[in-house]
């Protein structure tokens, strides 16, 4: 009854932030797992929803009932150190039975940031006739760009103005580069901050693994894989996430998951597989000496993940034909075709600053990988900061 009356007594025109709390939390620090307490605040607001509709059927009619509506209260969960949103609950008390009672709703970690994303896209979607459409999520999230995100992209570049008048550049160029410019801020510090890292995959939800961090960023940012892997333009197969089935069956059915499975586009889309790991997955094994003088063997890790993607091209091979018609989820032929001829791949892996010693680089390791992976056809080997670098160069040569 004291939380009913609190509820109810709380005013519409205001938000309410709770006092500290400090919570308890685990992180990684050097494999051992320790425990951390952390800052988290509750941000709350009360709306008064003045009527309820819902629609009836009562046998061929449809009609719309109209009732009384009920107050509501939005409550967001967050770290006060990031400023990250853990929870989101939407509540409100029935008081039907005599007794008021608490139902509610909970959106957690990408959750959230999809329901941001659906609510704030309504205003943006580009609606030209009466017919129904569909719109990719990537795209949607792209063109969300604030006038301040727009202005602070024309004072720090100010010959934008020129190059958009001589190039016809469009808005959608600008909300783009808005985009991808601050994600790639993300992508630094998930490189460098460790403590950062491991909040985000805090922030993931329980029993989420280091990969799966690198799995959801790149599937917002699937720009990354799309021109930072060789220069092709890669994208992901139509309305299908970046991670998919290949083998058991195929990709538009159940069995072996591969990272990523991109489409390398052209007049002809053949497929490409990317395995992802972690950059601080070691490339080379961990000893105090090499195998022999001034030579290092590759960690386990790397030649694990290596095998790993060798087999699962192998056994899509045998049970992919070298022609696929794209289906949709109810099972349609979308028009999409893709061809399996000895298909291309990558590992990401590391970093390359494992080769950094106190005075300079460590050349016996660091020939020892370059040769390892120069000689490795397929997949290719390619670094986390080598991939970084790479984004940076779209988003640069994109101004």
Same mark, same amino acid.
């Given at each position: 009854m004291e939380e009913y009356e609190i509820f109810q007594n709380k005013r519409t025109d205001k938000v309410y932030l709770s006092k500290l709390i400090e919570v308890q939390t685990r992180q990684i620090d050097n494999g051992e797992i320790q425990e951390i307490t952390r800052p988290l605040r509750i941000l709350s607001k009360i709306i008064d929803v003045h009527e309820n509709h819902k629609f009836i059927k009562d046998g061929k009619e449809i009609s719309l009932r109209i009732t009384p509506g009920e107050r509501q209260e939005i409550k967001a969960k967050f770290y006060e150190d990031t400023r990250g949103v853990s929870t989101l609950q939407i509540q409100k008390y029935s008081v039907q039975?005599?007794?008021?009672?608490?139902? +509610? #709703?909970?959106?957690?970690?990408?959750?959230?940031?999809?329901?941001? +994303? #659906?609510?704030?896209?309504?205003?943006?979607?580009?609606?030209?006739d009466e017919n129904k459409a569909r719109f990719d999520d990537k795209f949607l999230e792209e063109i969300i760009l604030t006038k301040e995100q727009a202005l602070k992209i024309i004072s720090e570049h100010p010959e934008i103005i020129k190059e958009i008048i001589e190039n016809e550049i469009t808005k959608k160029d600008i909300v783009n580069l808005g985009y991808r410019k601050k994600q790639l801020i993300i992508f630094e510090k998930l490189l460098h901050d460790e403590d950062y890292f491991l909040l985000s995959k805090d922030e993931l939800g329980p029993n989420k693994r280091n990969e799966d961090v690198w799995q959801e960023f790149f599937e917002r940012n699937t720009w990354i894989l799309g021109y930072g892997l060789d220069f092709v333009i890669n994208s992901p197969l139509e309305d299908k996430k970046l991670e998919q089935v290949v083998s058991g069956h195929s990709f538009n059915s159940s069995g072996k998951r591969i990272d990523a499975l991109l489409k390398r586009k052209g007049l002809i889309n053949s497929l490409c597989f990317v395995e992802i790991k972690t950059q601080r997955t070691p490339l080379l094994k961990q000893i105090k000496r090499g195998y022999r003088p001034e030579s290092w063997s590759a960690s386990d890790d790397l030649a694990g993940g290596i095998v790993q993607v060798q087999k699962t091209v192998q056994k899509s091979i045998k049970g992919?034909?070298?022609?696929?018609?794209?289906?949709?989820?109810?099972g349609d032929l979308t028009g999409e075709e893709l061809f399996l001829y000895q298909p291309k791949s990558f590992l990401i892996i590391g970093m390359l600053d494992e080769f950094n010693g106190e005075f300079g680089i460590n050349e016996d390791k660091f020939s020892s990988f370059e040769l390892f992976r120069r000689n490795t056809l397929n997949p290719e080997i390619l670094t986390f900061d080598e991939l970084f670098e790479r984004a940076k160069y779209i988003v640069k040569s994109s101004i």
């Open positions: 039975s005599g007794s008021p009672h608490n139902t +509610y #709703f909970t959106f957690t970690g990408l959750e959230i940031e999809k329901l941001y +994303y #659906f609510v704030k896209n309504i205003a943006l979607l580009p609606i030209k992919i034909n070298t022609k696929i018609q794209i289906k949709n989820e109810m």
